[in-house]
């Protein structure tokens, strides 16, 4: 079989607004540039993939059926903007909590059991978040790593991603920074 690469993103402060141990799928609002980013992917034949840290969970401030009720909704929402997820993948531990996991990012867990599911090349892949941990696990597998920054993310992990991997103000430019600016080498569409 031949191994496809696939767009790994984070859920939160990534594809929608980060609401902090979201739990209310009525909260669920999909941020600026999100659908024309995946759309793009989605084209391309990519697998949309999220890998999402729910430490909510671990605290006993997300129950899995808020944490599940929330994830149709994402998915509800982007269907009716014609996506669809391959899957989504949540870690729901805290170290302090639950002890340590292999499945919190930066782990790698989720990664190598999303790409034994759905026979992805991880080393073709690129990993997308709005901090640090979210694209660490590209380093490990040879992907490739963009930071696209949210309110939450600090100022040193900005700074180290802007001199070590890349940087995308959202899903949109993300998109033009790996398959190249939309509408490239395609007819105008003006
Ligand atoms: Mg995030
Ligand atoms: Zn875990």
């Known amino acids: 079989m031949s191994r496809r690469p696939a ?25 600026p540039g999100a659908v024309e980013g995946l759309a793009r992917f989605q084209a391309a034949g990519w697998p949309l993939v999220i890998v999402t840290n729910q430490s909510g969970i671990a605290r006993g401030l997300i129950s899995e059926a808020e ?13 009716a903007a014609g996506i669809t997820l391959a899957a989504t993948y949540h870690c ?41 941990r979210d694209i660490a696990a590209a380093r490990a597998f ?24 890349l940087v995308a103000a959202d899903l949109s430019a993300m998109a033009d920074l790996v398959l190249g600016a939309a509408g490239a080498g395609a007819a105008s569409g003006r």
């Open 7 to 31: 767009l790994l993103l984070d859920r939160d402060g990534t594809v929608i607004r980060d609401a902090h141990y979201l739990r209310d799928p009525a909260l669920v609002s999909l941020l």
């Open 67 to 79: 944490y599940d009720a929330v994830r149709r909704e994402l998915e509800r929402q982007l269907s």
């Open 92 to 132: 729901p531990h805290h170290p302090g909590i639950t002890g340590p996991c292999g499945c919190r990012k930066p782990g790698t867990l989720l990664y190598t059991q999303a790409r034994d599911r759905l026979g992805l090349d991880l080393a073709a892949s690129v990993f997308v978040g709005d901090r640090w």
């Open 142 to 165: 040879g992907g490739r790593a963009i930071l696209v920054p949210s309110a939450d993310t600090p100022q040193d992990e900005r700074a180290r991603a802007a001199r070590e991997e």
